[in-house]
């Protein structure tokens, strides 16, 4: 919708996906994303389940850290597209 609008990416506007989907890379241009490891995920479930099993563990907090998948429809900020934006 962007480049039917006349709108380039990434000089225009960048677009940033989540979950690293796994045809967003056949995007045109490539969608950057931030890629959240399922199995990152599975894994600290299960653990924070059995050690809440056994009792050891009475409010959980789960971190995972995302990995930004960097693809073609990030851009560099320049001033002249800060400068657009603000228009």
Same mark, same amino acid.
């Given at each position: 919708?962007?480049?039917?609008?006349?709108?380039?990416?990434? =000089? =225009?506007?960048?677009?940033?996906?989540? =979950?690293?989907?796994?045809?967003?890379?056949?995007?045109?241009?490539?969608?950057?994303?931030? =890629?959240?490891?399922? /199995?990152?995920?599975? /894994?600290?479930?299960?653990? %924070?389940? #059995?050690?809440?099993?056994?009792?050891?563990?009475?409010?959980?907090?789960?971190?995972?850290?995302?990995?930004?998948? #960097?693809?073609?429809?990030?851009?560099?900020? %320049?001033?002249?597209?800060?400068?657009?934006?603000?228009?």
């Amino acid at each position: 919708a962007l480049q039917e609008a006349g709108m380039q990416i990434p =000089d =225009d506007v960048s677009i940033v996906g989540c =979950d690293n989907i796994c045809f967003g890379e056949y995007f045109n241009p490539p969608l950057t994303t931030l =890629d959240v490891s399922a /199995r990152e995920m599975g /894994r600290q479930i299960v653990y %924070t389940l #059995l050690q809440k099993g056994k009792g050891i563990m009475s409010t959980p907090r789960i971190h995972i850290v995302p990995q930004l998948v #960097l693809r073609g429809s990030t851009g560099v900020v %320049t001033e002249k597209t800060y400068s657009k934006a603000n228009t």
